[in-house]
């Protein structure tokens, strides 16, 4: 089973700073690897895909860069809404397999 | 617009049963592969089963294996997993998802599975 692991597990930063969050395989999942944004009570949301492409309607400040084992996505300048959970999927191998999640929340 | 709409959770006591459903519309269900992923309470997401379009290929966690069956009904666009044998670690919110073969590209709201005496 791959496993993902995702770094921090909790980020505090104010609105307009730059986040970056981090996600490790254990074995290369080549660039087969999807983010998903979570706001409480509701169902994940497809943030990027293939590592890298932005799904319809995210906007540009959201963008996911890596391949092989490890990769990044970054919010350029928070807003308001972007306060919540953001995991990484691996659609390389089954089972499928999801990280852990970074919280990113309100210094 | 696509739709997926989950229903049948609710408490069930250890070794229980359940079948939870999805019904999907705004798109040709039998053409998709479809998913269920859950997520227990407070917890991350962890991927269930798969099913392929005409329902003749499916997959499955370890930890559901033997336990949990995905089946699918085109003719009534909709998505069922019946789930015998319920242990505590099967609480939950359960979402079915619909696949693009790289990515989730929509989801349910969820239902809650419950499993406590």
């Not at chain 1, 009570?41 to 492409?53: E, K, M, T, V, W």
Request: net charge neutral; aromatic share 12%.
């Amino acid at each position: 089973e791959i496993v993902l692991t995702q770094s921090p597990v909790t980020l505090s930063l104010s609105p307009g700073e730059r986040a970056t969050l981090s996600c490790r395989a254990s074995q290369s999942v080549g660039s087969y690897l999807v983010w998903y944004q979570q706001k409480p009570g509701q169902a994940p949301r497809l943030l990027i895909y293939d590592a890298s492409n932005r799904a319809t309607g995210i906007p540009a400040r959201f963008s996911g860069s890596g391949s092989g084992t490890d990769f990044t996505l970054t919010i350029s300048s928070l807003e308001p809404e972007d306060f919540a959970v953001y995991y990484c999927h691996q659609r390389s191998d089954w089972p499928l397999t999801f990280g852990g999640g970074t919280k990113v929340e309100i210094k | 617009e696509v739709q997926l709409v989950e229903s049948g959770g609710g408490l069930v006591q250890p070794g229980g049963s359940l079948r939870l459903s999805c019904a999907a519309s705004g798109f040709t269900f039998s053409g998709y592969w479809m998913y269920w992923v859950r997520q227990a309470p407070g917890k991350g997401l962890m991927w269930v089963s798969a099913i392929n379009t005409d329902g003749s290929d499916t997959n499955y966690a370890d930890s559901v294996k033997g336990r949990l069956t995905i089946t699918r009904d085109n003719a009534k666009n909709t998505l069922y997993l019946q789930m015998n044998s319920l242990r505590a670690e099967d609480t939950a919110v359960y979402y079915c998802a619909r696949d693009t073969g790289r990515y989730f590209q929509h989801w349910g709201q969820g239902t809650l599975v419950i499993v406590s005496s």
